[in-house]
């Protein structure tokens, strides 16, 4: 990250970042503006489905989510913290997963979610892990 | 974490106060041992109920838990990775929740978890992040 980047400036860089993806999740036009969030060996533990590792898969997932008819995910970071390095960090925050119910019409799934960012030396974040659930 | 240990060791480090978190929570028998692995400002994101914040909360969240008759929770973790200076890291791996069902009879509900640790100037690793899931 270099050493004139502060802590406060890495923290900010990476929220923008986890905005950036919501943004181009939602939209839901570009598997590939979408995938290029994550990492080779990224980690994806949706709730209620099997684990997905490393980029192919995850790709794999994407497509298939936004090939639902209705699909939609929406997410706003609340938080984000990174090491005293700016090598690692995560955020946390609320999501949205629109999907047909049993009964064909959308349901929308509140739902909470950790990623966990890894900064390269080129100074891009990638997320490694990609965690949600529901709540009560 | 000093300049001789390597992330090599810091990630080992890691993984073992995983499982000893593992081996007091299994255990179940004392809330301050167990409670004693998350920060101060630490977030519960549990599946299925509100997302809880800070320790005092988080004591209580245990103590109720461990007051469930039959209550049991073991997990393991599969991987470890901290950041370039050891400051900041995560695990992941598998969980299992055991409670009454709705008929009373026990229910063992696996599961998938992600926990973000932070590591203080003394050298310790406390839980700053916690959610897991359910799979399919």
Request: hydrophobic content about 40%; proline content about 5%.
């Amino acid at each position: 990250m270099g050493h004139r980047m502060s802590i406060d400036d890495a923290k900010d860089a990476l929220l923008q970042r986890d905005r950036d993806w919501s943004v181009a999740a939602a939209e839901g036009r570009s598997v590939d503006r979408i995938v290029e969030y994550w990492s080779d060996d990224a980690v994806v533990i949706p709730a209620g489905a099997p684990i997905i590792r490393g980029k192919a898969a995850i790709r794999d997932y994407v497509q298939t989510s936004l090939a639902i008819p209705g699909f939609q995910i929406r997410w706003r970071p609340e938080a984000a913290s990174v090491s005293a390095d700016g090598t690692l960090g995560y955020t946390i925050g609320e999501n949205a997963v629109t999907v047909p119910g049993a009964d064909g019409r959308l349901v929308t799934i509140p739902g909470r979610y950790t990623t966990v960012w890894r900064r390269d030396l080129s100074g891009i974040w990638s997320c490694v892990v990609d965690i949600w659930n529901s709540g009560p």
